[in-house]
Every structure is written in C-alpha cells, then in structure tokens.
C-alpha cells in the first residue's frame, strides 16, 4: 500500500480479483458460507485476504477522503484520510481482523454505516462498488475479464 493513499491513485485490480473478492463478500453478507467457504478454499486465505484489503483501499480512502471546502484542505480532511488509512492498517496487520471474514464484515459494516442512508440496501451498494472496480479491473486489463 502507498504511504500516502490519499494522493497516490491505487492500481486497478485484476477483473477475476475483482469478481472473487466481491463474490466472497456478497456471500458473507447472505450470510452464504457454503459460497464464501468454496471462494475461500479457491483463493486461499493470504490471497483472499490481500484482495479483500485491496477492496477496501476501494471503498475507504474514496470516502475518508473526500473534502467539502471547495477542494482545500482542511482539519477534518486530514483527520479523515488518517481514519482511512488506520483503517486500513488495521485491516492488513491487526490481530482480530486478520482473516477474510473479518475484514469482509468490515467491508459490509463500513457500507452499511457510512455509504447507505438509514442503514438502506447494503447488497445493492456492494453490487455498486463491484461493478465500479470491475469497469476499472476490465479498463486496465481489458485481456483478462473474468470467468463466470
């Protein structure tokens, strides 16, 4: 992860990345662990893991680190993008969300607190992101498109 995620563009992720990692998600939020367990099991927890820090790179810094003084910074945006990356700190090297589900779960929690009004449909915001990353995954990587 770059030191400063906030400046520095992420790289795109790979299309089939993109698809396992919002298919694991989606099925913990179903609550569908046979489907998570088979993605899993596919993937493997490291890798898992590091696609599901890589989503929430996604998710987070985009929000933390968002402004509303015409583009200037100011306090609450620097306190913001620091929330951002502590998050995502804690994703990669904290001691109770060190596994898929847990940060999957961080994943929903963060969608459902912060990008859904009234707690509202948390599986259509995923669907939203996915298909976000998914335009930027096939854009970056247009040969390698997932398999269904």
Known sequence: MPENTVTVPLA???PQDVADAFTYIQAIHADDIDTAGMVADDIG???LCRMLVDVAARVFIP???EDDH???PCAHSFLAAAL???LLELLCHG???GNARNVA???ILFTENILTE???DVGEVLRQLEAAGMKQAVEAHPADRPTA
């Open 70 to 72: 015409d583009g200037e």
């Open 84 to 86: 951002g990356r502590l």
């Open 63 to 65: 929000v933390t680190a």
């Open 12 to 14: 795109p992720m790979e």
């Open 95 to 97: 001691v109770c969300l």
């Open 45 to 47: 927890p490291e890798q």
């Open 105 to 107: 779960r961080t994943i």
């Open 118 to 120: 009234d707690h509202g």
